[in-house]
């Protein structure tokens, strides 16, 4: 794939399979401030039976769990890296999902980093771009 070549999102049915199959969600960005999309689509999350791991250096615990300042420094297995951040900020992200074995890179709404997908895809990550989690969980999911 060469840097022309425009990255595409998985099938609606490969979209569904990643919410159903996976249960464990690095949230990195993610703020403690209720008034925040991150907050809020991390807390719907969790409700619905996902482990939320939030990642911000700045926090020490959001929605009851222990906030890690990196995603190296999770001591668990990660499957979800969800980003909040903006798209300048990804391809050291996805750099470091990669390097702890992370199944799929999600995006947010408005975060598009057309490098780091195809980067992120090289390594056999899959890559959700540009699209919320919560959104397509009601879609998929109910």
């Known amino acids: ?9 998985p099938s609606d049915e490969q979209i569904k399979d990643i919410l159903v199959k996976y249960r464990t969600i690095a949230v990195v960005g993610l703020s403690s401030d209720e008034g925040r999309p991150s907050y809020g ?3 719907y999350l ?11 250096p700045k926090e ?3 929605l009851g769990e222990k906030v890690y300042p990196s995603l190296s420094a999770i001591p668990e297995k990660v499957e ?3 980003i909040f951040r903006r798209s300048e900020y990804i ?5 470091e999902a990669a390097k702890i074995g ?5 995006m947010q709404e408005g975060v598009i980093n057309h490098a780091a997908a195809q980067f992120a895809a090289q390594h056999g990550i899959v890559v959700v771009m540009d699209k919320c989690i919560l959104k397509e969980h009601r879609k998929f999911c109910g």
């Open 91 to 95: 391809p050291p992200i996805v750099d």
């Open 1 to 9: 794939m060469n840097s022309s070549d425009q990255y595409h999102n």
């Open 102 to 106: 992370a199944k799929v890179i999600w």
């Open 41 to 43: 689509v991390s807390r």
């Open 60 to 62: 020490k615990e959001i």
């Open 80 to 82: 979800i890296v969800d």
């Open 46 to 56: 969790q409700r619905k039976g996902y482990k939320i791991i939030p990642v911000n």
